[in-house]
């Protein structure tokens, strides 16, 4: 489901511009995710405020921050405002988890079905993620498993949550 108003618990998805957004859509179409128009992933939490994987680490900041910005929000339809608040606190625990651009090449071996014995092992024991994997391990915290194939939540790109909650 997508709607224009952001709710705690929505996630919202955006581009990146310049090298780094290109190296990210090169990353999702080697996941096979396309050349999504959507690099970036953040969570919305309560009171204006969002929660987004970055280089430096994983930052709380206002949703303010995006003003003026081409964002598509999407969430799963029927979040209750108690999955909503679960959600919320989950992202909150994330600030300060590092970013590792690798995570991109995990995703494209294990898609690829590169033999790599313990890569689901080595990705969760790095405490690095992603956007999209801080959005989608925060769901599954609360209890929500966006995806219904199995994947574990290392396994997912801002393209991937593109495709799966957004209404074509």
Same mark, same amino acid.
């Given at each position: 489901m997508q709607h224009a108003l952001p709710m705690p618990g929505d996630i919202g998805l955006t581009q990146i511009s310049g090298n780094?957004?290109?190296?990210?859509?090169?990353?999702?179409?080697l996941n096979?995710?396309?050349?999504? !128009?959507?690099? #970036?992933? %953040?969570?919305?939490?309560? !009171?204006g405020?969002?929660?987004?994987?970055?280089?430096g680490g994983a930052t709380i900041r206002p949703l303010s921050a995006? !003003?003026?910005?081409?964002?598509?929000?999407?969430?799963?339809?029927?979040?209750t405002d108690r999955q909503r608040d679960a959600i919320g606190a989950a992202g909150r625990r994330y600030e300060g988890v590092p970013y590792s651009f690798l995570d991109y090449l995990a995703i494209a071996v294990h898609r690829l079905r590169i033999p %790599?014995?313990?890569l689901r092992r080595y990705v969760a024991a790095t405490g690095h993620m992603i956007c999209s994997q801080l959005v989608d391990q925060s769901?599954?915290?609360?209890?929500? #498993?966006? %995806?219904? !194939?199995g994947r574990w939540p290392g396994y997912v790109t801002p393209g991937a949550l593109f495709q799966r909650l957004a209404d074509f």
């Open positions: 780094v957004g290109r190296l990210i859509r090169i990353g999702q179409w096979g995710n396309g050349f999504a !128009d959507y690099q #970036h992933a %953040f969570l919305v939490l309560p !009171d405020m969002i929660v987004e994987a970055e280089p995006y !003003d003026g910005a081409n964002i598509l929000y999407v969430c799963p339809e029927g979040l %790599f014995p313990g769901y599954h915290d609360a209890g929500i #498993h966006l %995806f219904s !194939d």
